[in-house]
């Protein structure tokens, strides 16, 4: 396959374009170009995160090491986790729930399968083994993420409404009023309006198959956006989920804080920017959280 198969009768994918056992999926598009691209937009060097932040909740204080943690010598530890006045040092131990609706994160190709199968056409049962994944992981953003990034508004200055599903035709919309292009190799970050965690209690608007057809279309690399598909039992299948990130290899930054990023290319004019996304170098999970940057 040389292309994304994209048919009326067809969901869009990528699987075999670049070999039985990728793992990049859509960063394939990124190229020196690209990147070059997103670099010709830093004139300032302004810079816009587009990660909610975090409160950590409170499980416990001290303890053993977790078993398969390399161990911290013993007085150093003592001294970490020392609680008396004055403390010596302060230190935490993190358990992060990856997928929370209310922690930006990234997911790998590998996070949702379709047809008992990971993208791209790799059987679970031979991506998954052992509490870990060993294709379609997390690895391939230890290195990073670097190219152009478009911001399209789908809702300048309100929200979409309950429901709303947005068609190809509300990103070309978009797209006009933004005065820009989305080109391959694009970061695509888009506004909807909305905060998942807060609005879950009303119908989220979400992608359907026909945005997903002008993602690929397009050959974005990463999309970052507020909204995404519709929560589970909504009757709707989970079309960004099951044919961006399953079929074409998408990777999906979920939950992202478009906010500032709003009010900066308000400002500034302009709704193109040099695109980072640094994850932790996490290797063999279903996703990380991330702080993808907006630079001007």
Same mark, same amino acid.
């Given at each position: 396959?040389?292309?994304?198969?994209?048919?009326?009768?067809?969901?869009?994918?990528?699987?075999? =374009?670049?070999?039985?056992?990728?793992?990049?999926?859509?960063?394939?598009?990124?190229?020196?170009?690209?990147?070059?691209?997103?670099?010709?937009?830093?004139?300032?060097? =302004?810079?816009?995160?587009?990660?909610?932040?975090?409160?950590?909740?409170? %499980?416990?204080?001290?303890?053993?090491?977790?078993?398969?943690?390399?161990?911290?010598?013993?007085?150093?530890?003592?001294?970490?986790?020392?609680?008396?006045?004055?403390?010596?040092?302060?230190?935490? &131990?993190?358990? &992060?729930?990856?997928?929370?609706?209310?922690?930006?994160?990234?997911?790998?190709?590998?996070?949702?399968?379709?047809?008992?199968?990971?993208?791209?056409?790799?059987?679970?049962?031979?991506?998954?083994?052992?509490?870990?994944?060993?294709?379609?992981?997390?690895?391939?953003?230890?290195?990073?993420?670097?190219?152009?990034?478009?911001?399209?508004? %789908?809702?300048?200055?309100?929200?979409?409404?309950?429901?709303?599903?947005? /068609?190809?035709?509300? %990103?070309?919309?978009?797209?006009?009023?933004?005065?820009? =292009? &989305?080109?391959?190799?694009?970061?695509?970050?888009?506004?909807?309006?909305?905060?998942?965690?807060?609005?879950?209690?009303? =119908?989220?608007?979400?992608?359907?198959?026909?945005?997903?057809?002008?993602?690929?279309?397009?050959?974005?690399?990463?999309?970052?956006?507020?909204?995404?598909?519709?929560?589970?039992?909504?009757?709707?299948?989970p079309v960004l989920h099951g044919v961006g990130l399953a079929r074409l290899g998408l990777p999906l930054v979920d939950n992202a804080d478009v906010?500032?990023?709003?009010?900066?290319?308000?400002?500034?004019?302009?709704?193109?920017?040099?695109? /980072? %996304?640094?994850?932790?170098?996490?290797?063999?999970?279903?996703?990380?959280?991330?702080?993808?940057?907006?630079?001007?």
């Open positions: 396959m040389t292309s994304a198969s994209v048919t009326a009768n067809t969901p869009p994918s990528n699987w075999g =374009r670049w070999g039985e056992r990728d793992e990049r999926g859509t960063l394939n598009f990124i190229t020196d170009e690209s990147r070059a691209r997103g670099a010709a937009c830093v004139r300032t060097g =302004r810079t816009v995160s587009l990660a909610h932040p975090v409160t950590p909740v409170t %499980l416990a204080g001290g303890g053993p090491v977790p078993h398969g943690l390399a161990p911290m010598p013993a007085p150093v530890q003592q001294i970490l986790y020392f609680t008396g006045s004055p403390a010596r040092a302060l230190s935490d &131990v993190l358990v &992060v729930n990856t997928h929370h609706v209310a922690m930006t994160h990234v997911d790998a190709v590998a996070h949702f399968p379709v047809d008992g199968q990971v993208y791209p056409g790799v059987p679970v049962n031979d991506a998954a083994a052992q509490g870990t994944l060993r294709h379609g992981s997390t690895t391939p953003f230890a290195a990073g993420i670097t190219t152009a990034g478009v911001f399209l508004d %789908l809702a300048p200055g309100g929200r979409l409404r309950p429901g709303h599903e947005v /068609t190809a035709a509300d %990103l070309d919309a978009a797209e006009e009023r933004a005065g820009v =292009r &989305v080109q391959s190799g694009d970061a695509l970050v888009v506004r909807g309006g909305w905060v998942v965690q807060r609005d879950l209690d009303e =119908r989220l608007p979400a992608m359907t198959l026909d945005a997903v057809r002008w993602m690929a279309e397009r050959e974005i690399s990463v999309l970052a956006s507020d909204i995404g598909d519709v929560p589970p039992g909504h009757g709707a299948p906010s500032a990023l709003v009010a900066v290319c308000g400002e500034l004019g302009r709704h193109t920017f040099l695109f /980072t %996304l640094g994850a932790m170098p996490v290797h063999g999970a279903s996703g990380v959280p991330v702080n993808p940057l907006a630079i001007f």
